[in-house]
């Protein structure tokens, strides 16, 4: 699939990025897809970038590429982690009014994401299908109070879906749209690595379902991520735990978290 035309990273000699253009830039050196560009990925991207610059006359002072890269971080790298994440790469390329930055400042915790997913997700699937994806977005704009016409609307809900639906099916699950929120707002994340199959999944939500009556309590879900990230032997403060509660109660009805819904996080593939 990937000829040598896709070698080459795209665009980065423009003055102004579309959304899609910026995407594809993005999913060039996130090469992993772990919603970060780190390591030989940050070296690969920080040399394209250098040699675009070049190219359009941008030079920095210093020549020295450990120096030029040792720079670039202490001005982009705001959380100072070594590595560069979606709202930080918005940042240092010129993206037309700044597409992403748009969701950051106004799905700007978990919480506020999750009761958007909940309203859009209307049957409760797990995914958002192109159309809700549009609504989802329209109402994001709104929220930004960023005006904008039907054709970009268009363009952000095609691009998003290019970027997210790797597997073409038109939808797009939980997991993946929570890659919009910055890194560390994202609780989804943090599972990664701890996702459950079904029957591991089936397994814990009986044991702590007692009346199997389908659903859980905030309290019982509190004993159920502590027992998660024990058994995976994660580190998790009382501050994190209680973050992580509050975003996934956002998913429950008057209280009460049905299986479907927990199902959507700590599963690896959500429910057919």
Sequence with gaps: MAGPQQQQPPYLHLAELTASQFLEIWKHFDADGNGYIEGKELENFFQELEKARKGSGMMSKSDNLGEKMKEFMQKYDKNADGKIEMAELAQILPTEENFLLCFRQHVGSSTEFMEAWRKYDTDRSGYIEANELKGFLSDLLKKANRPYDEPKLQEYTQTILRMFDLNGDGKLGLSEMSRLLPVQENFLLKFQGMKLTSEEFNAIFTFYDKDGSGYID???????????????????????????????????????????????????????
């Design 218 to 272: 905030e309290n019982e879900l509190d004993a159920l991520l502590k027992d998660l990230y024990e058994k995976n032997k994660k580190e998790m403060n009382i501050q994190q735990l209680t973050s992580y509660k509050k975003s996934v109660m956002s998913l429950a009805e008057a209280g009460r978290l049905y299986r479907k819904d927990l199902e959507i996080v700590l599963c690896s593939e959500p429910p057919m």
